[in-house]
């Protein structure tokens, strides 16, 4: 019986290490926009097609069941979207996931309000956020900020 529980032990030990390597630390996707179509709406909203390329700099591939979206300008939220898409992102690779989100009128109305009191050219902050779903352990979150310049400044007349 002593010789079972010390490989049963082992075992144990075994596993538990690893399971704690597949919790190194990762280092963050890299997310960049890359297209934006327009999709069949209904009603008060606008639906899209954002396209994204995510690049993972990591030795190892991610996989995922399900992707989140969120894009906030000027500090309001403006487009959110799901889709329970599957794939893969191989390791030092990437992959173009499409993403379908609303825009509802009432974010339209937000965003008009706020960018009435900015003057051409001047920058707005944006931010997005997603995430990669992949089990409990496996969610991969995302985000990305900047500013846009909007709306573009005239052309000079010369």
Known sequence: MRPTLRHLSALLLMAALAGCASWAPRD??????????PLPSQGLEARFAVKLRVQNPNESAIDFN??????????????????DQRGQVPRF????????????????????WGASTHQPGQNLPYQLRGKLADGLFG??????????????????VR
């Open 139 to 156: 969610t991969r979150r995302f985000s990305d900020s900047g500013r846009l310049t909007w709306p573009p400044e005239p052309p000079a």
């Open 28 to 37: 963050p996707l890299h997310i960049d926009l890359v297209g934006l179509e």
């Open 66 to 83: 399900g992707v989140s979206l969120a894009l906030d300008i000027n500090d309001q939220p403006l487009a959110r979207g799901v889709s």
């Open 93 to 112: 690779g990437e992959t173009v996931i499409s993403v379908p989100v609303t825009v509802s009128a009432y974010s339209v109305l937000r965003q008009a």
